[in-house]
């Protein structure tokens, strides 16, 4: 079973930026789409990002689009988040998930076991 490591989180200040990543064992990680989806305390768990299998397809939530990327590295088996202009209302566990389809606006029903995450604060 493969199992999927996120890191990068921390305490960040309004504008600041994060780098996230997600590490997944075995090796088939080229063959998935990969997504990130964050939930906040007392919220549902919601989509932030999508890549697809080349890279050449991402889909982003409407609140992160122009300052999250999202990114992969197919020989490393990492997927990448990059978050720029954060705000406090990022403030959420961040975690990553693997289909085998590409979804560009995914419900997080829609996937399988879940890994810890990294927590993501942004003060203001």
């Known amino acids: 079973q493969v199992q999927l490591v996120e890191s990068g989180g921390g305490l960040v200040q309004a504008g600041g930026s994060l780098r996230l990543s997600c590490a997944a064992s075995?090796?088939?990680?080229?063959?998935?789409?990969m997504y990130w989806f964050r939930q906040a305390p007392g919220k549902e768990r919601e989509f932030v990002a999508a890549?697809?299998?080349?890279?050449?397809?991402?889909a982003y939530t409407d609140s992160v689009k122009g300052r999250f990327t999202i990114a992969r590295d197919n020989a490393k088996n990492t997927v990448y988040l990059q978050m720029n202009s954060l705000k406090p209302e990022d403030t959420a566990v961040y975690y990553c998930?693997?289909?085998?389809?590409?979804?560009?606006?995914?419900?997080?029903?829609?996937?399988?076991?879940w890994g810890q995450g990294t927590q993501v604060t942004v003060s203001s």
């Open positions: 998930n693997r289909h085998r389809f590409y979804y560009p606006s995914p419900y997080y029903t829609d996937f399988g076991s």
């Open positions: 075995g090796r088939a990680f080229s063959t998935y789409a």
């Open positions: 890549i697809n299998l080349s890279a050449r397809s991402t």
